[in-house]
């Protein structure tokens, strides 16, 4: 089987820097996700984001992405949810130089389904 015809799980990673994906073989290979240094506990230098994705091929460490803050298999759908907020204000003034207010606000809101890449 070709390198082209090999299936692929498509990650997204979020780092420090932003998001990317990676795609890894199907087959054989794998990824964890945990603390830089897993025997650091609470309290430790764990505790301030330091976790890293790491890419394995069977036995063999193919890579390692520090400041990791998230990894998610794009073929698992997530949806976010969206709020919207409309609204008016509006004020008058009496004769005595009195201000009175009034507000409107409506607020909806949505669960709107991610794109994988």
Not at 17 to 30: D, H, S
Not at 84 to 112: H, I, L, Y
Request: charged share 25%; hydrophobic share 40%.
């Amino acid at each position: 089987m070709s390198a082209e015809q090999r299936e692929v799980v498509k990650y997204l990673v979020t780092d420090t820097k932003g998001e990317f994906v990676i795609e890894i073989p199907k087959q054989g290979w794998k990824v964890t996700f945990a603390n830089v240094n897993p025997a650091v506990r609470e309290g430790g230098y764990a505790d301030r984001g330091a976790h890293c994705l790491r890419v394995w091929e069977g036995q063999a460490l193919r890579a390692v992405f520090g400041s990791v803050t998230g990894v998610r298999d794009l073929s698992i759908p997530l949806a976010r949810k969206v709020e919207r907020q409309t609204g008016s204000s509006a004020w008058t003034m009496d004769s005595a130089g009195n201000f009175e207010s009034t507000r409107k606000v409506d607020v909806d809101s949505e669960f709107v389904l991610e794109a994988g890449a």
